[in-house]
């Protein structure tokens, strides 16, 4: 057995690597230092060859700066918790339908046609449906920062730094990202990633979860970062910027909408939810100020109605607000249930995440806000996990079926190119073009049968979804 270690001052890379041979299987454990990290188990013709494997990627690893160590003797670093005031909001009651009690502060959320989900600091994601029941509940490594979708899939960003892709039964590890990045918040656009951290960066990873820039920005504790197919919006201590997606290059900066905790965006505009009780929308192709909505606390998080007709946002002091897209306050309501983290508006509903890890569903419709203002509020019902829930967890793990039995899936291969692992699709049909795949289930000369897969908007790859089951 070999164990080695990598780590900088500074913040810098702190992850471990150890190989350990037994015969002709050669076991790789690798991740961040005091973490269980991820393993992989490649069997060989013969004891020499799983030897000279060891030996290779040994030597691979001490020539990027790995060094033998002792496990247990450098520690776990911390890891920066979303940890922010929060009081009692002295407005009066929105119209709370539900609510459901996560477990820990959340702000990780998703709504889509079909259920909501909340992520926790504590790693736990819940599935929930429009009407308030929970339907799913999935373990991850560390607490959720985010939770995004991109087209199909579903992604949670976490403190283990890896984001986990939820679209099939059991959560796989997606993207990776560099040990010395500590994830404030992630967005994805087909495909490609966009990691805004504590020290005020913006980092964009390709489909193959390869690095392709990053920028410093002029400010720190960058909690906002949105993709689209051309541009990464990025807002930070000190305002917000776009960068081109393909080479990061600096578009526009506005130092106007400073202390930056949330972002949004709509097809035209991004919007910024300050520490200074703004809400700052600035079009995306120049940046300039179109609208200011003004709260009277430090804004958490904000959303929109389609085409932002709406805006929502949440403050420090537990209350929600909605502005027409002029800025003018229509109303301002108390959650109940603590200060927004997150929100996401869906057909007259808007649904929170909040400091006390609740997810909550207020009807925002008119004749809903209008009752409420007068003092006329529902009941709200408190939504109960069902103690035989499931508790699925991510695993490298895969089913393994005959190739007669694949179906109508999609084969792919996973091939060696150079030193990397890429997957092709072999089923005939099918261009020659690399497929997102995880990269802690390629193995060089196996094959996997997928549900399907779908070609990026930008062309040039395919993205594998559904079920991943490897052929015997």
Known sequence: MTYLELSEDGGGAHKYYEVTVAGTQVTITYG????????KVTAFPSEAKAQAAAAKKIGEKTRKGYAPAVRGVRQRRAI??????????????????????????????FVDGERCWVGNQRGDVYTVTHSG????????????????????????GCDDGRVYDLSGKVPRSAYEIAADVDIYWLDINDGVLGVSDRAGRITTIDYEDEFQWARSGSGDSAWMVRCDEDAVYHGHSNGVARYDTADGT??????????VLFGWQEEHSVYAGTARRTVHRLAKGDGRVEAVYQCDGAV??????????HVFAGDNHSSVYCFDASGER????????????????????LYIVTTDGSLACIDASEAAIAAARAGDVPQPVDVKAAASLEVVEPSAV?????????GDGVIVECVKEGERLRVRVVTPGYES?????????????????????RSAGRGGFYRAYGEIRRLL
């Open 32 to 39: 961040r230092i005091g973490e269980s990290g991820q393993t």
């Open 80 to 109: 920066t918790r979303r940890a922010m005031a929060s009081t009692r909001s002295t407005a009066q009651q929105a119209p709370v339908l539900w609510r459901f009690d996560s477990g820990a502060a959340a702000f990780g959320i």
């Open 300 to 309: 958490y998080s904000c959303a929109t109605s389609p085409g932002g007709r």
């Open 250 to 259: 600096l578009v526009w900066e506005n130092t106007v909408a400073g202390h």
């Open 398 to 406: 895969l089913e393994t079926v005959l190739e007669t039995g694949a």
């Open 330 to 349: 229509l109303w301002k309501l108390a959650t109940g249930c603590g200060s927004a983290f997150s929100m996401q508006f869906l057909d007259d509903r």
């Open 433 to 453: 073009w690399n497929v997102q795949f995880p990269k802690t289930v390629r193995e060089a000369g196996a094959r996997y049968v997928v549900d399907g897969v």
């Open 133 to 156: 029941t929970v339907t799913g509940r999935f373990r991850l490594p560390d607490g959720v920062k985010c939770i995004v979708a991109d087209d199909f899939w579903i992604y949670a």
